[in-house]
């Protein structure tokens, strides 16, 4: 087991422009991080770059408190999980596990016992003399999260390990690694995917990387923390609507009035929306984004204090709640999720309740206001 | 059959049964020729297929055996067939491989690694092999008659000058396994990698387990090309008990004297070992190997 550190480490394949730029963050012994992005924003090549399969061009890698910039794969002590499980066709599951452990000179007793002893614990014993080729894709995948697990390694690495998964078998397999991790392995654990579900539910601490031309100009982290942390404070535009799910809702607005605790605002259509949120360097008339979560708002009366109200284009019912979609600023609608018994009807005018204490703010820049009622 | 088909195609799947029945017929008759020319005393190239009068003695001559004809004179064996054909085999398998080893360190090299003037390399091997080895006959027979003068087991009239001759023809199996080197995902070396592996266990315990067909398919092509060549072997070859088989077995048809029925048996015989080989290979000659490594 064994922490690792990225010092402003930066990626550049055409030394242009960076692929990865100017990352910065600390992985405790033991600590399960998952790097989430949006595709192509370079949280792969991250991954590879502590796997030992990318070269850093500029910066920092400790795993262990040592420096490991220079080392090969095989002597970083890392043991990854490939997309497309990458296992070897000519052998056998059991070979397939054993794989390291042989190249690493241990006897065979030993290999075939913490084989067995893995393939216990993944139950997948009776799968063990069969080639890859006769397995479906979730056995594949316990084979190869086997195959990490057997060398014992100091640092896991996943690289969208569940994206080849039915939807069923995701959820089953998401929920395994998360026990697994708590209840057996306890090494650092470093997981990339796109899927923030699983970007929720499984780290204790979310890295959310920028994509495209934000990469150049803010490095590519967006934000670090846990992943309530990202979901109560992001602290920016492309944060907030990167995590949750539907998309927070954004608002163009005015501000129209400052005070310590709370910021006034006027959207382009003219309701009056309330966030408690700290001004800041925050002036009246200056632009900004109200944020909304759909499940913070509610049904509310027209005319009263902090709601608006929109044209409702389509409504889809969940059974367990109904989703209205209502005209946005932008071609994206917003999104507001009501109760399952709301008889909202699509073309009519809905008058929404935004409660100050769930609002976000975003100024000019994109950048958040800290709020105060969290 | 999965498929339901109409009735009008049964006709159709019929017509096309019988004309590659026919077509194998017309394959299958030289072949059935020789069998009968070989089988029948004397050495005429013409008659029927199925022989009037049966005889082997171009058999026994073929296999270093003499035989007694009608008028009670020995015949002895005019050539020394068996040896000719230990040659063909012994150049052939060092050719093989040699050239199997050179090819598959070279199509790694060009599959895997990044370097300068990959491309224009890849093409130039390409472009060379275009050309038959005949139109560098002569450079090849000076090269090694001047090799010769130097290091004589390596000079003209030597076996491995001959299957030196003959590796250089790697060009176009260094394209056939790189081909394949392509087809396997590099993300299995990379696993390798993490698990451990140096590049060179990778390439070992990784890369070419998988790619065993397309080398058993790089022997057999490589073996095959050393027993039917004729030209450079006729250069550099001439003392007769070095001779392969290939240029050989042209002693037997001199212009006064063409000894159609010793040719023939020579030739079946000489089909024997080949036909070994792809016996023994063609179960590793199944590609396939690689499905079911990454999602599929």
Redesign the interface.
Known sequence: MASVSLINVCKSFDNVSNTVNNVSLEIADGEFCVFVGPSGCGKSTLLRMI???ETITTGELRIGGKRVNDL???ERD???V?Q???????LSVAKNMG??LR??GVAKEEISKRVNGIAGMLQIERLLER?????S?GQ?QRVAIG?ALV?EPEVF?FDEPLS?LDAALRTQTRVEIAKLHREYARASTIYVTHDQVEAMTLADKIVLLHSGAEVETFGSVAQIGAPIELYERPNSLFVAGFLGSPKMNFLAATVTAIAPDHVDVRTTDGHALTALVAPDALKVGDRVQFGIRPEHIEAGTAGAAHVFTREVQWVERLGESTYAYLRGDTHAPLIARLSASSQVQTGEQLALYAPPAKAHLFDSNGRALERLAV | MPVVLKKSSRWRVLAAHIGLIIFIGLTLFPFLMIISISLRPGNFAGGSLIPHSFSLEHWKLALGMSYADTDGNMVHPPFPVLLWIWNSIKVSLISATVSLVLSITSAYAFARMRFRGKGTLLNGLLLLQMFPSVLALVAIYALFDRIGDYVPWLGVDSHWSLALAYTGGVAQHIWLIKGYFDSV?Y??E?????????PF?AFV??LL??A?PILVVVFVLAFLGGMIEYPVASVLLHDEQKLTLAIGSRLFLFNQRYLWGDFAATAILAGIPLTLIFMITQRWLVSG????????
């Open positions: 796997a030992g399969l090969a794969p095989s890392v043991a990854m490939f497309n499980y990458a296992l070897y066709p000519h794989f390291g190249l690493a080639k890859p080729k006769a397995l894709g594949r195959r060398r690495l080849n | 995902p993300e299995l990379e696993a390798a990698r993490v698990d451990g592996a140096t266990q315990y990784v387990p998988m065993l190997l690689t499905a079911g490594s990454v999602k599929g």
